[in-house]
């Protein structure tokens, strides 16, 4: 069974720092995507950032990177110069081949302080 | 962009009546589209697959006479919550990938239902 496993229900961060949100997950799959999605307080799901299973180099966007490590089956979400804009719900997210279907993790809450 | 909408936004429905919610891809067409519902500070349990011309495929444990989904064109599906009791009380969100590019979901804002 494919499962997503976020360790940190809450997390917060100063302003302008930087934060790390830890995710792994479990497949046997060779070939998937994952992806981290952010909820707002207005529950609209947002695309934060995707990689492909295949792709050695971590994708970046913007102040949002990941470090995916497939052999540990890592994924973790790195968030530089956080603004308070940030603060959210954010589900890591695995996508099962050839089915399309997206299996999340539980979330973490993230609170960005002034 | 990829724009999914909802609607209604938000309804509020009396115990064993029917409600309807619809999920529209407004820029692109979508062949599957997915139902969630969401608890309050809970993650997204997918409920059912759309499939346009034919018939919806549903996780296990999903009533599916309780929640009928029809996928009428490539830009429409709708979730029809039947004979909603309180406990149907919850925020419905439906995502669906863009045709050609199915690795990447977008999600419509959601629906909160509540069931007095």
């Known amino acids: 069974a494919q499962t997503v496993t976020q360790s940190q229900p809450e997390m917060s961060v100063q302003e302008a720092e930087t934060v790390t949100l830890s995710c792994t997950y479990d497949?046997?799959?060779?070939?998937?995507?994952l992806f981290w999605y952010k909820q707002p307080p207005s529950r609209q799901m947002i695309l934060v950032i995707r990689q492909e299973a295949y792709k050695q180099q971590n994708a970046t966007e913007n102040r949002f990177s990941v470090n995916f490590q497939k052999a540990a089956k890592s994924f973790s979400l790195k968030i530089s110069d956080s603004q308070l804009g940030d603060t959210a719900m954010y589900f890591c997210a695995f996508i099962v081949p050839n089915t399309d279907k997206l299996i999340f993790g539980t979330g973490t809450r993230l609170q960005v302080f002034p | 962009g990829a724009v999914v909408s909802q609607h209604p936004s938000r309804v509020i429905c009396k115990s064993g009546t029917s409600v309807k919610i619809e999920c529209r891809s407004l820029?692109?067409?979508?062949?599957?589209m997915f139902w969630y519902r969401q608890f309050p500070k809970q993650s997204l349990m997918l409920m059912a697959t759309s499939n346009e011309g034919s018939k919806a495929t549903y996780e296990q444990g999903v009533e599916k006479d309780k929640f009928l989904i029809n996928h009428a064109s490539l830009t429409l599906s709708t979730l029809t919550v039947t004979s909603a009791h309180p406990e149907d009380s919850s925020f419905y969100i439906c995502?669906?990938?863009?045709?050609?590019?199915?690795?990447?979901?977008?999600f419509g804002p959601g629906t909160r239902l509540t069931v007095l």
């Open positions: 820029d692109f067409q979508a062949t599957t």
């Open positions: 995502s669906a990938p863009r045709e050609g590019y199915t690795d990447t979901q977008y």
């Open positions: 497949t046997s799959e060779n070939n998937y995507y």
